[in-house]
């Protein structure tokens, strides 16, 4: 075939194809790792849009931020700069749990991601649709824009988002766009499929924004951010952005919201049929809610700000996709929102995704070689879920281009090994959500110490400097020494400490005990302590808070570490790329069937395929054994 | 590979003598725990490697039986693991026993293959045995795995599983909580949870102790009386239960018209079951009950067939032996008090040389210890055997009932320690997960389930 003389052609290193949360972190990852790299989106005005909920963060995705930043990213650096409340979960809960959460200025938050793009070195941004791949050999060669033009690549990554094949429902008015009636992408889900990938058809959704003027707030129960905040990132100095916050409010349904809602299921269009789509289970519509939990007499509702310049308000908890009348009748039903005006109706979203068993743990497809996936084109769903796997796709991208091993976190490492082992391992039937209880080893991957987990991979990788990293190995350096310290400083049952421990209600001592002993004593802390540790240096919060974790909790952590090592043993443990699975004869069935679908790349990961029983992981081992002695 | 585990590596019927292998970095230090040399002291770990040493196995102060211990250190090992081999030759409950001490001690009981595999993956084993190894891995896990939910009872299946049921709710609840705290509040869990642990407790250490006293699980040897209506089956059953030096439990009969005894002679144990009478019958209700008895009859380890010395060999004598004639027979003539009518050599005729005949009178007691020695004799030269994978089976359901009481037990430690809901969850989910195996269910992704139906969660 000729080639038209009239289209365009360049050349670049790496294509990142869309601009949400993950395409923004894989494009900065693969830009800052030196290579050329150009990401498209249908509309500039949507880089780093927040479509739904206004925040950044919360129980588990908290995690994901921290960890994000640890290795280099740029979600936490961003919404440290354009919070607007801010508010530390689960502080009455343990450590591990504790997790930030803010609400983000929403235009802000997107015009600043978007500058920080604008600036990046090796970087282009391009408002184009990407409508084809061009693969030779199993290889991504490059991408075609809708325009025709060919940008030639060594590797790309889809960040589709909710855009490929997007339809939105309203009732019964059916919208064919991408989320806030921005432009879908129709023409890549073929190329897709025509080079062999599977897809599938995922939903989700969004509740109405109304206008602020229209709500009455002194019926509703006002919801501050914390006085002292922390910010995400570990590069921020917490004294820089300590500001006034802006409340959220909440409110509740009640019986009234339910009747509405129950005499006009038949309206809503899941209930009808008419959507295929799965949806999750973690944030369900108002629908969803009312009819399996019909014996809950009240939903809470949490009205929220989508920025300061702004007056439209997100309602938290009531996501529907019922028709415009019925809506504005529900939502009116609630105290507080008689009056309400609604500036833009909740609606559901349909879209292609991709079946991410195809991928492997670097986000690469197994059979496309050069193409990574990212984001909730992988059948996540959350800013945050999306922004960690774009930020592995991202430096995995750049990484094939420099000939280097792939960056892959595993499951006792870091929140984002769970999240991708998860995805591609495990049969995911609905988008996946981060959370705190998928992450086995969680005692061992808190928020506080992500730094500590992660840094040195950052820096391997090249996205974290010498001197962050450095700061990193100090901090360490003084928790080990002050550890050592409470170990060894041995307290007497002198009359003092016992006065010391009769006043804070704890029982005398009888011999000679050390501090770190008295430190886990359930009514003590490191701070109480200070009276009778007189001899301790000058350390900073974050290093105490780690200490005290510790030494507190060491029993439990240390048990979480004989798990790793095990967990670590079957990781290492490598299954060979051209196995054959039906030479193993004593395998059963299902595990054959399942393990030659999954393409496992270790015993650890087969382990966890589910239908492959411990009796099948002994019996493949046994295999494994066999073959490299026969090699 | 780290963990050490332990097994009885001998069939259990095989007479007096059987080994307790124990392999795995602390093999020696485990049996040195429990072994003690002839001057009463705790010497196992100076021993050196590949010799064997007199000694006894204690239970604390309680002594077990006494012993010679064989320590081989790795890697001159059939596993290239450090291991140790108790023989013992107490029989079947002191094998039992010594193994639940090294269970207790810290050991594992092996997976079904284990030292096998073990053997293999350390470089031991010739590598054209491959595949019998991975064969026989997963033969005896199939078979384990078989056994365990044959041999469960519905009711036991049904406990197991609501206990479960009850600890992934409190899980799921914990989760949700701490996923969704806007949503869901902790508020006064921890004391029902408390409540509901010591309420989980209990009813695991019931099922613990029924487990280990063997009360609710067939184990031993599946002993069926038969012979025609009125032979004296039932006097006989009544008769070795009451008998003085037996041990007696009674089991529930599974069906109405059999009834179970479990019987212990000296360490041997035995089911007794009572059949309905087999005789031609045009009776239906009768026929189903003699239906059953032919089917434990055809099940059987052992039977003792019962003939009555006042009549003569009848049909229904003779059709019985008909099917019982490639079985393990104690031929029994009763009522020998009371007539003659058939003779012991008229009776050898009809089955095979090595079976047995007596006559005896179970209302006089003549022969009874004949009885006893006989079954005694067939049992220690490995003629009739218990079903070893079935008894494994079961000390491995105990064995797993306990470790979740010991993850239960961890939570209650943490309740009273204050420690926050994030860490004892993780016990919780142990136990679940363990009592899991039990019932050859997983737990993939049961929490997940559990919260998204249980809970309302957010947005």
């Known amino acids: 075939m000729l080639e038209n003389p009239n289209l365009c052609k360049e050349y670049v290193d790496v294509c990142v194809i869309g601009a949400g949360h993950a395409g923004c972190e894989a494009a900065l990852a693969s830009a800052r790792l030196g290579l050329q790299t150009v990401i498209f989106t249908v509309s500039i005005d949507s880089i780093a849009l927040m479509p739904c909920n206004p925040n950044i963060g919360g129980s588990s995705k908290g995690h994901l931020v921290r960890e994000i930043d640890a290795l280099g990213g740029e979600m936490g650096k961003n919404i440290d700069k354009t919070f607007i409340q801010s508010k530390m979960l689960n502080v009455s809960k343990g450590p591990a749990v504790h997790s930030l959460r803010a609400q983000a200025d929403k235009s802000e938050y997107s015009r600043s991601m978007r500058r920080v793009l604008e600036n990046q070195d090796h970087l282009t941004i391009k408002q184009a649709e990407i409508i084809e791949l061009l693969i030779e050999n199993g290889e991504i060669k490059g991408v075609v824009t809708y325009t025709g033009t060919t940008y030639y690549c060594k590797a790309c990554v889809i960040a589709t988002g909710t855009y490929l094949k997007a339809r939105c429902l309203c009732g019964e008015t059916i919208t064919y766009t991408g989320p806030s009636g921005l432009q879908a992408a129709n023409s890549l889900s073929k190329s897709l499929i025509d080079n062999g990938v599977k897809l599938r058809r995922f939903k989700t959704g969004t509740p109405a924004r109304m206008d602020r003027r229209s709500i009455d707030f002194s019926k509703m129960e006002e919801q501050f951010g914390d006085e002292r905040i922390e910010p995400f990132s570990f590069s921020t100095d917490p004294d820089s952005i300590q500001k006034e916050q802006i409340s959220c409010y909440l409110t509740y349904t009640n019986e009234e919201t339910h009747k509405i809602i129950r005499e006009n299921l038949s309206r809503s269009p899941i209930y009808a049929g008419i959507i295929e789509g799965v949806g999750p289970r973690y944030c369900p519509s108002i629908e969803d809610k009312v009819v399996k939990f019909a014996d809950k007499e009240r939903h809470q509702v949490f009205i929220e700000p989508e920025g300061l310049y702004t007056n439209e308000m997100y309602v938290g908890g009531m996501s529907s996709s019922l028709p415009e009348d019925v809506q504005l009748k529900m939502y009116r039903t609630v105290p507080g929102l008689e009056n309400c005006k609604i500036v833009r109706n909740a609606y559901a979203i349909e879209y292609d995704c991709l079946e991410p068993n195809q991928l492997l743990p670097s986000l690469e497809l197994k059979e496309l070689s050069g193409v990574f996936c990212a984001g909730q084109f992988n059948g996540s769903s959350g800013y945050e879920e999306a922004a960690a796997q774009g930020l592995i796709a991202g430096i995995n991208a750049a990484r094939k281009v420099l000939n280097k091993e792939p960056l892959v976190l595993d499951r006792s490492e870091a929140y984002i090994g769970v999240l991708i082992d998860d995805l591609v391992t495990k049969d995911n039937r609905e988008p996946y959500r981060m959370m705190t209880s998928r992450a086995e080893y969680r005692l061992l991957l808190r928020q506080d110490n992500a730094d500590l987990r992660l840094r040195k991979f950052g820096y391997e990788v090249g996205l974290v400097s010498k001197e962050e990293y450095d700061k990193v190995l100090l901090k360490e350096k003084l928790i080990d020494e002050e550890v050592k310290r409470l170990k060894e400083v041995i307290v007497g049952a002198s009359k003092n400490i016992q006065d010391f421990l009769t006043r804070h209600e704890s029982s005398l001592l009888r011999t000679g005990t050390s501090l770190a002993d008295l430190l886990c004593r359930p009514e003590l802390d490191y701070e109480k302590l200070a009276e009778i540790d007189v001899n301790r240096p000058s350390l900073s919060s974050d290093i105490i808070n780690q200490v005290s974790i510790q030494v507190k909790y060491e029993g439990y952590i240390e048990r979480q570490k004989i798990q790793v090592e095990q967990f670590k043993k079957m990781e290492r443990k490598l299954i060979p790329a051209d196995i054959d699975y039906d030479d193993v004869k004593s395998l059963r069935l299902e595990a054959r069937q399942k393990l030659k679908a999954f393409k496992p790349l270790s015993i650890g990961q087969a382990s966890r395929i589910s239908g492959v029983t411990p009796a099948d992981v002994s019996v493949l081992l046994v295999y494994i054994e066999q073959l490299h002695h026969r090699n | 590979m780290s963990e050490t585990i332990a097994a009885i590596s001998t069939a259990l019927s095989e007479g007096g003598i059987g080994i307790i292998r124990v392999s795995g970095p602390d093999a020696i230090e485990i049996v040195n725990k429990i072994y003690r040399n002839k001057d009463g002291a705790y010497s196992l770990s100076s021993y050196k490697t590949h010799t064997i040493h007199y000694g006894f196995i204690y239970d604390g102060d309680k002594l077990l039986d006494e012993v010679m211990v064989s320590v081989m250190k790795a890697p001159n090992t059939f596993t290239r693991e450090d291991m140790v081999e108790i023989n013992c030759h107490g029989g079947v409950l002191v094998c039992k026993n010594i193994l639940n001490l090294c269970l207790k001690t810290g050991a594992v009981l092996a997976e079904p293959g284990e030292f096998t595999k073990r053997a293999f993956l350390n470089g031991r084993i010739d590598l054209s045995k491959a595949e019998a190894v991975m064969d026989l891995i997963s033969s005896k896990s199939n078979m384990s795995l078989n056994n365990s939910l044959n041999h469960l009872s519905g009711r036991l299946f049904e406990k197991i599983k609501s206990i479960r049921e009850s600890i992934l709710y409190e899980i799921a609840f914990i989760e949700s909580a701490l996923d969704d705290p806007e949503h869901i509040s902790l508020d006064g869990f921890t004391d029902s949870l408390r409540k509901k642990l010591d309420v989980l407790l209990s009813d695991l250490s019931k099922l613990y102790d029924s487990f280990s006293t063997g009360k609710l699980l067939k184990e031993g040897i599946n002993t069926c009386i038969v012979g025609k209506p009125n032979v004296g089956k039932s006097s006989l059953l009544n008769f070795l239960s009451g008998y003085e030096r037996a041990i007696v439990t009674d089991i529930a009969g599974t069906t109405r018209d059999t009834i179970e005894e479990r019987v212990i002679l000296k360490d041997i144990s035995l089911n007794l079951i009572d059949t309905a009478g087999i005789h031609d019958s045009s009776d239906t209700v009768e026929n189903i009950g003699v239906e059953r008895a032919k089917k434990y009859a055809?099940?059987?380890?052992?039977?003792?067939?019962?003939?009555?010395?006042?009549?003569?060999?009848?049909?229904?004598?003779?059709?019985?032996?008909?099917?019982?004639?490639?079985?393990?027979?104690?031929?029994?003539?009763?009522?020998?008090?009371?007539?003659?009518?058939?003779?012991?050599?008229?009776?050898?005729?009809?089955?095979?040389?090595?079976?047995?005949?007596?006559?005896?009178?179970?209302?006089?007691?003549?022969?009874?210890?004949?009885?006893?020695?006989?079954?005694?004799?067939?049992?220690?030269?490995?003629?009739?055997?218990?079903?070893?994978?079935?008894?494994?089976?079961?000390?491995?359901?105990?064995?797993?009932?306990?470790?979740?009481?010991?993850?239960?037990?961890?939570?209650?430690?943490?309740?009273?320690?204050?420690?926050?809901?994030?860490?004892?969850?993780?016990?919780?989910?142990?136990?679940?997960?363990?009592?899991?195996?039990?019932?050859?269910?997983?737990?993939?992704?049961?929490?997940?389930?559990?919260?998204?139906?249980?809970?309302?969660?957010?947005?």
Do not use: W
């Not at chain 2, 099917?323 to 009371?338: E, G, P, Q, R, S």
């Not at chain 2, 009874?368 to 220690?380: A, G, Q, R, T, Y």
């Not at chain 2, 939570?411 to 993780?426: A, H, N, Q, R, T």
């Open chain 2, 298 to 459: 055809k099940g059987a380890d052992l039977i003792l067939f019962l003939m009555d010395a006042t009549e003569k060999l009848s049909n229904d004598d003779l059709a019985i032996i008909d099917f019982i004639k490639d079985k393990k027979v104690i031929a029994l003539i009763n009522k020998i008090d009371a007539g003659k009518e058939i003779g012991s050599s008229e009776v050898k005729k009809l089955f095979s040389k090595e079976s047995k005949v007596l006559e005896i009178s179970v209302k006089s007691g003549d022969g009874i210890c004949d009885l006893e020695s006989v079954i005694e004799e067939m049992f220690i030269h490995g003629e009739i055997s218990v079903n070893d994978d079935l008894y494994i089976t079961n000390l491995r359901q105990a064995d797993l009932i306990k470790k979740s009481m010991d993850s239960l037990s961890h939570v209650v430690e943490s309740l009273d320690l204050g420690l926050p809901e994030d860490f004892y969850s993780i016990d919780l989910m142990s136990a679940y997960a363990t009592l899991g195996k039990i019932i050859g269910e997983d737990i993939d992704d049961d929490l997940v389930e559990e919260i998204f139906s249980k809970f309302c969660m957010g947005k």
